[in-house]
């Protein structure tokens, strides 16, 4: 695609939303082709001092609001998603790079998690405790939070913001969301989609329009700022190790809660009984897919002694057949890094792998004379002698460790040694093996697989990781229960007032 056709579609696409942009001193790259697609205007912590005004403003009139009618509201976005599935998705291709197929599927994950929201609205359930005192009655309610800080990713634009959005809203809080600095389109139309289901649900006061659901442009500094706001009592953070390893700190110094989504480091088990055919379809997926830019994407490979040449060789031919191009174009499976930082810290990787031994197949820049501003890369095979220092860092590529093993509790021992745990898998037909890698002396990941890659998780479990990759959970199952606050009441409907444990104390009055 013409840099010249990207700058226009883009500003058609915004059109759609009702976006015009005036130009603004933050400028938006399409890493399609490397040119400026846009420029947005960026808030300084004035504005998002007033934000977070409006969002505590809003909180007062929005905890209000029974949750099922919350739930309308989510499922009038729903609504708006749907129709937009087309052109939303096609603009996060065009901002993050990733193939059209994808773009969509982050899309089709907003709706998922909308629907899931929608129900949770009529199930937010507190629990009956059984009171150990005659006449009393214990029980557990769930109670609105307050604003939520969400910072993300440039990788998924838009999916993550609506796993913490759509449960967070049902929940009675409000939203303040400051998005990648890569990808500020994306929220910008999610936000004016979510604008126009507030005006179909009727009824908001001007407090609701305006502090329901904000979005905070701009880096790191903004993300800092948020973080250490006290009328924020909850931060949800989606990014690097690095990043978190910041914002943790300052959320916790202020007794704030954080939801920290961050660095995977995923493997997978290929063992001697493994179906090769699905393995070898997973393995592209996971490793390739995105160009290797997903959290949960695969980047080191456990394959059984007997069985690795024979693996090796289907996936080198698997890897030659991979479409590298233009995400736009249909059949492309891997579209561009999302910059020069990320080439180079691939180069570095692979050179480091080279220096340590490894044979290394791919990995190399392409299309550098169609597109010599935008980068795009071989999907990397890497042969390791071992697990070493590099291959214990998240390096966010597509580059694939490969290390054979013969005996699988020491392969999930070496699975296990590195310091992040979010996403794993085991490929085998074997019961036994299958049982062992899910149970406690198996894999210590948030997410663990069977017959699957790591990658792709559906929005109905919890999602999220262990160790360094923050310990927060997302999406599905209870998650929502990071969005609320707890209340233990005791009831007295006797005529008496026992202490609990059986205390005494009284006088005579
Ligand atoms: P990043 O850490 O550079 O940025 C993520 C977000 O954090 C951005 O909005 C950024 O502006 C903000 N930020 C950066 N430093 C900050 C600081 N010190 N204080 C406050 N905010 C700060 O990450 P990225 O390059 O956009 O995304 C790639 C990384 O995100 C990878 O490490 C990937 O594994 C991770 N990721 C994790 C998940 C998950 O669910 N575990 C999902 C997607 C991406």
Request: proline share 5%.
């Given at each position: 695609?013409?840099?010249?056709?990207?700058?226009?579609?883009?500003?058609?696409?915004?059109?759609?939303?009702?976006?015009?942009?005036?130009?603004?001193?933050?400028?938006?790259?399409?890493?399609?082709?490397?040119?400026?697609?846009?420029?947005?205007?960026?808030?300084?912590?004035?504005?998002?001092?007033?934000?977070?005004?409006?969002?505590?403003?809003?909180?007062?009139?929005?905890?209000?609001?029974?949750?099922?009618?919350?739930?309308?509201?989510?499922?009038?976005?729903?609504e708006e998603l749907r129709h937009h599935k087309q052109v939303l998705g096609r603009l996060v291709s065009i901002e993050a790079g990733k193939i059209l197929e994808?773009?969509?599927?982050?899309?089709?994950?907003?709706?998922?998690?909308?629907?899931?929201?929608?129900g949770l609205s009529r199930q937010l359930y507190g629990r009956v405790v059984a009171s150990e005192r005659p006449g009393h009655r214990m029980l557990e309610t769930?109670?609105?939070?307050?604003?939520?800080?969400?910072?993300?990713?440039?990788?998924?634009?838009?999916?993550?913001?609506?796993?913490?959005?759509?449960?967070?809203?049902?929940?009675?809080?409000?939203?303040?969301?400051?998005?990648?600095?890569?990808?500020?389109?994306?929220?910008?139309?999610?936000?004016?989609?979510?604008?126009?289901?507030?005006?179909?649900?009727g009824g908001a006061s001007e407090d609701l329009r305006r502090g329901l659901s904000q979005v905070a442009i701009g880096g790191p500094e903004l993300g800092r700022?948020?973080?250490?706001?006290?009328?924020?009592?909850?931060?949800?953070?989606?990014?690097?190790?690095?990043?978190?390893?910041?914002?943790?700190?300052?959320?916790?110094?202020?007794?704030?809660?954080?939801?920290?989504?961050?660095?995977?480091?995923?493997?997978?088990?290929?063992?001697?009984?493994?179906?090769?055919?699905?393995?070898?379809?997973?393995?592209?997926?996971?490793?390739?897919?995105?160009?290797?830019?997903?959290?949960?994407?695969?980047?080191?490979?456990?394959?059984?002694?007997?069985?690795?040449?024979?693996?090796?060789?289907?996936?080198?031919?698997?890897?030659?057949?991979?479409?590298?191009?233009?995400?736009?174009?249909?059949?492309?499976?891997?579209?561009?890094?999302?910059?020069?930082?990320?080439?180079?810290?691939?180069?570095?990787?692979?050179?480091?792998?080279?220096?340590?031994?490894?044979?290394?197949?791919?990995?190399?820049?392409?299309?550098?004379?169609?597109?010599?501003?935008?980068?795009?890369?071989?999907?990397?095979?890497?042969?390791?002698?071992?697990?070493?220092?590099?291959?214990?860092?998240?390096?966010?590529?597509?580059?694939?460790?490969?290390?054979?093993?013969?005996?699988?509790?020491?392969?999930?021992?070496?699975?296990?040694?590195?310091?992040?745990?979010?996403?794993?898998?085991?490929?085998?037909?074997?019961?036994?093996?299958?049982?062992?890698?899910?149970?406690?002396?198996?894999?210590?990941?948030?997410?663990?697989?069977?017959?699957?890659?790591?990658?792709?998780?559906?929005?109905?479990?919890?999602?999220?990781?262990?160790?360094?990759?923050?310990?927060?959970?997302?999406?599905?199952?209870?998650?929502?229960?990071?969005?609320?606050?707890?209340?233990?009441?005791?009831?007295?409907?006797?005529?008496?007032?026992?202490?609990?444990?059986?205390?005494?104390?009284?006088?005579?009055?």
């Amino acid at each position: 695609m013409a840099t010249e056709t990207l700058f226009r579609e883009t500003g058609a696409l915004l059109a759609e939303f009702g976006i015009a942009l005036s130009d603004g001193d933050l400028p938006v790259g399409s890493p399609i082709d490397g040119s400026r697609i846009a420029a947005v205007q960026r808030h300084d912590r004035a504005d998002l001092d007033r934000m977070t005004a409006a969002a505590e403003r809003a909180f007062i009139a929005w905890r209000s609001v029974p949750p099922p009618r919350r739930g309308e509201l989510v499922r009038l976005f729903a609504e708006e998603l749907r129709h937009h599935k087309q052109v939303l998705g096609r603009l996060v291709s065009i901002e993050a790079g990733k193939i059209l197929e994808e773009g969509q599927g982050e899309v089709q994950e907003m709706i998922d998690i909308c629907d899931f929201a929608v129900g949770l609205s009529r199930q937010l359930y507190g629990r009956v405790v059984a009171s150990e005192r005659p006449g009393h009655r214990m029980l557990e309610t769930w109670h609105p939070l307050g604003p939520v800080g969400i910072i993300t990713a440039f990788n998924f634009p838009v999916a993550v913001w609506s796993w913490n959005a759509a449960i967070a809203l049902v929940c009675g809080d409000t939203l303040l969301w400051k998005p990648s600095d890569k990808t500020p389109l994306c929220a910008l139309a999610c936000n004016a989609l979510f604008a126009r289901a507030i005006d179909r649900f009727g009824g908001a006061s001007e407090d609701l329009r305006r502090g329901l659901s904000q979005v905070a442009i701009g880096g790191p500094e903004l993300g800092r700022a948020l973080a250490a706001d006290r009328r924020v009592p909850l931060v949800s953070a989606t990014g690097s190790t690095r990043m978190g390893g910041t914002v943790a700190p300052v959320v916790a110094q202020r007794f704030g809660r954080a939801i920290l989504e961050l660095g995977g480091n995923n493997g997978m088990i290929v063992t001697q009984s493994a179906d090769l055919d699905l393995a070898v379809r997973a393995i592209l997926f996971a490793a390739v897919g995105t160009a290797g830019q997903r959290c949960t994407s695969l980047r080191r490979l456990f394959v059984h002694d007997s069985i690795a040449d024979t693996l090796l060789a289907r996936l080198q031919r698997a890897y030659a057949q991979v479409r590298i191009g233009d995400p736009l174009e249909p059949g492309t499976l891997v579209g561009p890094l999302i910059g020069e930082h990320a080439f180079t810290a691939m180069q570095q990787a692979l050179a480091e792998a080279r220096a340590e031994g490894a044979e290394v197949f791919g990995g190399e820049r392409v299309l550098a004379e169609r597109w010599p501003q935008a980068y795009y890369v071989r999907p990397a095979l890497a042969l390791m002698p071992a697990q070493n220092g590099l291959v214990q860092r998240e390096t966010f590529a597509p580059i694939l460790y490969v290390m054979r093993y013969r005996d699988l509790a020491d392969a999930i021992a070496t699975h296990n040694a590195v310091p992040q745990g979010l996403a794993s898998s085991i490929f085998t037909t074997d019961l036994r093996e299958a049982e062992l890698f899910t149970a406690a002396e198996g894999s210590d990941c948030g997410i663990v697989n069977v017959n699957i890659g790591p990658s792709g998780a559906e929005i109905g479990g919890a999602f999220g990781g262990e160790k360094e990759t923050g310990g927060g959970r997302e999406a599905g199952s209870d998650s929502w229960k990071a969005y609320m606050r707890r209340m233990t009441t005791t009831i007295n409907y006797s005529r008496d007032l026992p202490l609990s444990q059986g205390i005494r104390f009284a006088v005579d009055a």
